[in-house]
């Protein structure tokens, strides 16, 4: 079945240190992915839609700026949080789809950010 | 976005059916009804789509109405190892560029 991996898994770092979150789709293209942000005892929020070539397009309140989205090819979308604090500390999770057909979203293992 | 309603919680026991009804009175033509299971730090898994009818697979059966305003997911001989949070979707899949809201979802909890 479609796999999507998501990397690294988890991630301990100080404030103000630039991190970077790969999302691969291994067996399918992706022309779009898409970032999510999950709080404990919280539903997915959506951050961000990822496109291939092109901008990504953000949800209100999630600063561009802050969340770098890079989408360079059909396979890997990347987020890079930068300059982050601990109020940055979350649980981060992509996900992809197969364009061909009707097929659902796929999502990575998700991505568990700490900032002290 | 259709918006979905599901009930915050259930209590089941190991080797029960479980059934979780998802509202989505606004769904359009053209939205697919998308099932996904959460365990504590990992991302959604797919369970089951379907558009009409009934679906099945190994691990689940989706039913769903003729006018498609609801549909529930029925879980056969649930185990300890479904506790977990179940989110029902609804979305287009065949658009480049949809996205999926995520609900609250619904967390189910078996007991031995």
């Known amino acids: 079945g479609a796999v999507v991996s998501q990397h690294p898994s988890r991630v301990i770092c100080k404030s103000g240190t630039s991190v970077k979150i790969e999302c691969r789709s291994l067996?399918?293209?992706?022309?779009?992915m898409f970032w999510y942000r999950q709080f404990p005892k919280q539903s997915l929020m959506l951050m961000a839609t990822?496109?291939?070539?092109?901008?990504?397009?953000?949800e209100q309140g999630v600063e561009k700026d802050k969340f770098l989205i890079n989408h360079a090819s059909l396979t890997l979308s990347t987020l890079t949080v930068t300059s982050a604090h601990p109020e940055d500390s979350s649980f981060y999770i992509c996900?992809?789809?197969?364009?061909?057909?009707?097929?659902?979203?796929?999502f990575g293992d998700g991505t568990r950010l700490s900032i002290l | 976005l259709a918006k979905t309603t599901q009930p915050i919680s259930m209590d089941s026991y190991e080797g029960q059916e479980v059934n979780i009804t998802c509202s989505h009175n606004?769904?359009?033509?053209?939205?697919?009804i998308t099932w996904y299971q959460q365990f504590p730090s990992q991302g959604p898994r797919f369970i089951i789509q379907?558009?009409?009818t009934k679906v099945t697979n190994e691990v689940a059966s989706l039913f769903i109405p003729a006018d498609r305003k609801s549909s529930t997911l029925s879980l056969p001989r649930v185990s300890l190892s479904d506790t977990a949070v179940y989110y029902c979707?609804?979305?287009?899949?065949?658009?480049?560029?949809?996205?999926?809201?995520f609900g609250a979802g619904t967390r189910l909890f078996v007991k031995a």
């Open positions: 996900s992809a789809r197969d364009t061909a057909g009707n097929q659902p979203q796929h």
């Open positions: 067996d399918f293209q992706a022309t779009t």
């Open positions: 990822s496109n291939e070539g092109s901008k990504a397009t953000y």
């Open positions: 606004n769904i359009a033509t053209n939205d697919y």
């Open positions: 379907g558009y009409k």
């Open positions: 979707l609804v979305a287009t899949p065949n658009t480049g560029g949809f996205k999926t809201i």
